[in-house]
C-alpha cells in the first residue's frame, strides 16, 4: 500500500533525492567510492557543498553580504548559540510555544531577556501582534513556523533591531524577504534534509558584533571564515540538503514551492472547516501551511481513536496530534505531494459517511 | 578499476554496510519508507538506537554503570564540551600533536591546564611515557590514535585521576579496558559510521561532578537522560554506526579486528622497514595500527610525487600525508580489507623495480 508521510520532522524528501542519495551512498559521482566513505576535504565534496550555498543564495534571494553555513546539534544547540554569540545586555522574544520557550530559556543564560510577547494565554493557538519592539535590544528572536501548534508568520517583521528567526519548519516553504533578518537558523530535517545538519544563515555584520570569548565550535565565525570545513561536517545531510535544493530549483523555486504549498493548505484547511466532525485548532489568520492541526469537533471527541486507525489503514503515517495539542496534524511539507493531502481528504470525507 | 580507500576519515565502511544501508534510504525495513523521512520517536528507531547501544557495550565490554551517547558536531566539539562539564580547578593534558592542542585551547577557558607531558620536542613522532600524574587533578585528557601522524597508545594509562580519551581514529580497532577510562569519546567518521555523529561513553559518577550551570544541550546529563533523544538525533549517521557494530560483531568482534589489524599493520610495517626507497616517520614501539604514515628514504625524496602518481594508477585512494608531516599516509582502518594493504605493497614493491 502506497504510504502518505504526514511525518512532523524528520520528515518527507522528494523521491528523486531519496534516489539519488541511495545511489550516492554505493557510487559517489561514478567514483568507485560510497559517499559515506570519501573525504570531506576533495573537490566532489567541495562542489557538493558549493552548490548547496550558491542555491540557497538563489533559492532565497540571500543577498551577498550573507553568509550560510551548516552545523552540527540541531536548532537545539542554537538555542544557546544565538545568545552566546549575540546577546550582549538585552535580547527580545516572542513566545509562540515550546521551542520559543526552549530559546528564552537558554538565552537567559547570557543577558536580559524581554519576552515581548505571548500566545501563552490561549495554548499557543494565534501569533502575537501589533508588539512593541524596544530600540535598546541586540536583537529580536522569533520562531516562524510553529510544529506543535500549526501557527505561522505570513510577514516578515519589520524591526528596529536586528531579527533572528528559528525557521526550521517552514524554511523554503514560502518567499522570504531575507534583508528583514539579520539571522535565519533552523533544523534542516524538515523541508531540506535528513536529521544531523543545521543551516545557519547570518548577515555579515552580526560577525563583527560577537564580543564574547567563545569556544572555537560555538563561534559563528569558526565556520563563516572555514566555509562550515573547520571540522569534519556532516557530508551526507549536507549532500541530501543540496540534492533537495536542486530539486526545488527544477519544479520551479520557492514561489512554485509556495504555491503548491498554499493550494495543498487550503485543500486541507477547506475540509477541515467543512466536515462537521473536525474542527481547526489555531486563529485562521495564523495557520500554518506546513503543520496543519485539528481535532474532532465538540461531541465527537469519542471518535478520535476510530478516525486514526482507519487513517491508518488508508496509509497514512505520522498523523497523530503532539501530546500538547492532541488530535491530529497532517505536515504538509514541501515534497508532500498533493496526493497525499488528497488522499487525506477523501479520508475524512469516508470516515464521514460512515458515522452519519 | 578497483578502488583501494585508505582515505583518513571519512573513510572505508564496511561494503555490506553500505549495501544496508542504501537499502535503508530507498525503505526502511520495508516500512514503504525512507530512512531519511521516518520519525526518530518511532520503534524502528528506537530498535535502531538500543541496538547501537547493546553492541557498543558487548563488543567493547563496558560496563552497564556506563552511560553511551551520540551527539552532533564532532570531537571538536568535545574539546570544549569535557572541560565544560569536567573542569572544576586543574585538568592534565598529553600533547600528542594537532588533536591534543586543539582540546587543550578548549580546556583553557574553562580551568588551569597542565600539559604533563608532549612529544612536539620530535614533531609528534612518539607518545611520551612514564610521565607522573598529580592527584589533585579533576581528569587526564588523552588522544589515544594520532590520525596525522600515525602515532598510537597501545596500552590503557593507569593513573589515580579520571582518564578521558579520544578515541575519535581508534575506537574499536583494539581491545581496551573501558573501566581504566572515565569517559571515551570520539568522531564516528573512521571505524563506525559516515561523519555527522559523535559517540562518548561516560562513567556514571562523572555525571554528578558536573558543577557548572551549562546550556541544556552541553550539559552531558540532557543527552544521557533522554537516552541521545533530547533533540533530534542524527539518525542515518547512528543507523550505519548500528550496522557496523553489527558487522563487526558477525566477524568474531573486537579481537577478531585487532588481529586483522596487526595482520594489515604488520605487512605495510615490513614493507616500509625493507624497502629502500621509503621510512617509517614515528617511534617503532608507537607505531599506529590505523594511520600509517610514511616518506621517501633519504636521496630518494625527489621520488615522491612520481610514487603518490603511480599509486592513484593503481586504484589507491587518500594516500596523501598530511602537510604537518608530509609523504604518504595510510589509513587502515577495520573496514580496509587486507587485499588492499596488500595491493598497496606490490605497488611499493613494483615502484622499488622500476627505480633500480
Not at 90 to 118: C, D, F, H, M, P
Not at 201 to 219: F, Q
Not at 306 to 317: I, L, P, R
Not at 322 to 333: D, I, K, P
Request: include cysteine; charged fraction near 25%.
Amino acid at each position: 500500500m502506497k504510504k502518505h508521510n504526514f511525518n512532523a520532522g524528520p520528515s518527507i524528501l522528494p523521491q528523486e533525492v531519496i534516489e539519488n542519495a541511495a545511489k550516492a551512498v554505493l557510487d559517489f559521482n561514478g567514483s568507485g567510492l560510497s559517499l559515506l566513505s570519501i573525504s570531506h576535504r576533495t573537490k566532489d565534496f567541495d562542489a557538493v557543498m558549493d552548490q548547496a550555498i550558491g542555491l540557497f543564495h538563489e533559492l532565497l534571494d540571500i543577498p551577498e553580504n550573507y553568509k550560510i553555513i551548516f552545523l552540527g546539534g540541531g536548532a537545539s544547540t542554537q538555542f544557546f548559540e544565538v545568545p552566546a554569540n549575540f546577546l550582549n545586555t538585552k535580547a527580545g522574544y516572542v513566545n509562540t510555544g515550546v521551542w520559543s520557550k526552549k530559546a528564552i530559556k537558554e538565552a537567559k543564560r547570557y543577558g536580559q531577556v524581554e519576552v515581548l510577547a505571548t500566545s501563552e494565554d490561549k495554548n499557543f493557538t494565534y501569533i502575537p501582534k501589533g508588539f512593541a519592539i524596544p530600540t535598546d535590544l541586540d536583537y529580536l528572536h522569533i520562531t516562524t513556523n510553529n510544529t506543535i501548534y500549526g501557527t505561522e508568520y505570513h510577514e516578515d517583521i519589520d524591526s528596529p533591531v536586528p531579527v533572528i528567526a528559528d525557521m526550521s519548519s517552514d524554511i523554503l516553504s514560502r518567499p522570504i524577504d531575507v534583508k528583514k533578518y539579520a539571522m535565519i537558523y533552523g533544523g534542516a530535517q524538515k523541508n531540506l534534509a535528513p536529521a544531523g545538519v543545521t543551516f545557519a544563515i547570518i548577515r555579515e555584520d552580526m560577525l563583527d558584533k560577537i564580543v564574547r570569548d567563545l569556544p572555537t565550535m560555538v563561534n559563528y565565525k569558526t565556520h563563516t571564515e572555514n566555509n562550515s570545513m573547520f571540522n569534519t561536517p556532516p557530508v551526507f545531510p549536507i549532500y541530501v540538503l543540496a540534492e533537495t535544493l536542486k530539486w526545488a530549483k527544477n519544479l520551479g523555486g520557492v514561489k512554485e514551492l509556495y504555491r503548491r504549498n498554499v493550494e495543498k493548505a487550503t485543500l486541507l484547511y477547506d475540509e477541515i472547516d467543512r466536515n462537521p466532525l473536525f474542527r481547526g485548532t489555531t486563529a485562521k489568520e495564523d495557520r500554518s501551511l506546513m503543520n496543519i492541526c485539528f481535532v474532532m469537533s465538540e461531541g465527537n471527541e469519542g471518535l478520535a481513536d476510530a478516525f486514526m486507525e482507519f487513517a491508518k489503514s488508508k496509509g497514512m503515517v505520522g498523523l497523530k496530534g503532539h501530546r500538547l495539542v492532541g488530535g491530529f496534524r497532517a505536515s504538509c511539507y514541501n515534497a508532500l505531494p498533493k496526493e497525499s493531502v488528497e488522499a487525506l481528504v477523501a479520508c475524512m470525507q469516508e470516515f464521514e459517511k460512515m458515522h452519519k
